[in-house]
């Protein structure tokens, strides 16, 4: 399984129809124009996949705050229903953790809907701890 970052030749086709599974409410062209806007204020794409197919997507940023130091944010993180359980989610996150560390990041952190029992099962295997209570407010 490969693992690269998403650049300006890659077809977004295959990234779209994996992402729009962990954000149904945006049709096709309206996740790819909020990509393209979002690519031009640090947001990256990268997926783990064999030949064509992509079996897993992550969306992030990089940047620096008092609290965490320089981090990697994952803000998006889904494996195509199709390829659940085949290793994909695990070598898309070693990918980030190397890329992290290859951009001086002391911190990889990701938050997770509280209802995504599966998912943070796999966090948990993976490594990551439970730090925080993430709290937000709608405006």
């Keep these: 399984m490969h693992c690269q970052l998403v650049d300006n030749q890659t077809n977004l086709v295959s990234i779209v129809s994996v992402l729009r599974q962990l954000r149904p409410q945006f049709s096709a062209d309206e996740l790819t124009e ?50 659940r359980s085949t290793g994909a989610g695990t070598a898309l996150l070693s990918w980030l953790k190397n890329y992290a560390r290859d951009n001086q990041c002391e911190q990889l952190h990701l938050d997770s809907g509280v209802q995504r029992f599966a998912a943070h099962r ?4 993976e490594g990551f ?3 925080s209570h993430h709290f937000s407010h709608m405006l």
């Design 34 to 83: 909020k990509i393209n806007k979002l690519h031009a204020q640090g947001y990256q794409l990268a997926y783990a996949g064999i030949g064509d197919d992509v079996y897993c997507v992550a969306g992030f940023v990089i940047g620096e705050k008092l609290a965490w130091g320089k981090y990697l944010y994952v803000d998006d993180l889904v494996t195509d229903e199709k390829f």
């Design 122 to 125: 796999f966090y948990l295997r």
């Design 129 to 131: 701890n439970i730090a």
